[in-house]
C-alpha cells in the first residue's frame, strides 16, 4: 500500500487534501474515503512517535529523503507514458516530490540555526 510507504508529514497532508476534495466531488467513493482514513491514522502514527521520542528528527529526514527519491523515480517513469491517467499520477508523484524537497530544506535549516 502506498500510504505505507509515504512518511513526510507535509505530504500526507497535501495528500489528504486532495483526497477531501475527491470525496465533495465523490461522496459514495468508498475507496478514497478509506484512503483517507489510512493517510490520518499515519498522520496519527507520525505525531505520536515524534512526541513520544520514538522518531528523531534525523531518521525521519531520512525517510522523507528515501520518499523523496521514490517520488522523483515514479514521476520520471509513469510520466513517460502516453496515459492521461499516467501524466496524473506523474503530476501527483511531482507535487509530493516538490514537497517533502521544502520540507526537508526547511527542517535541515532549522537544524543548523540551533
Do not use: C
Request: charged content about 35%.
Amino acid at each position: 500500500n502506498r500510504v505505507n510507504r509515504m512518511v513526510s508529514f507535509d505530504a500526507l497532508k497535501w495528500e489528504e487534501a486532495e483526497l477531501q476534495k475527491m470525496a465533495t466531488e465523490q461522496p459514495d467513493n468508498d475507496e478514497i474515503a478509506d484512503r483517507i482514513l489510512q493517510i490520518q491514522g499515519k498522520l496519527t502514527v507520525l505525531e505520536v512517535q515524534v512526541q513520544t521520542g520514538r522518531l528523531q528528527i534525523e531518521d525521519y529526514l531520512k525517510m522523507a529523503r528515501m520518499q523523496m527519491e521514490h517520488e522523483k523515480a515514479l514521476a520520471l517513469k509513469v510520466g513517460k507514458m502516453e496515459s492521461l491517467k499516467s501524466k496524473q499520477i506523474a503530476k501527483r508523484a511531482l507535487t509530493r516530490y516538490k514537497i517533502i524537497q521544502k520540507e526537508v530544506t526547511e527542517a535541515e535549516s532549522a537544524a543548523a540555526d540551533e
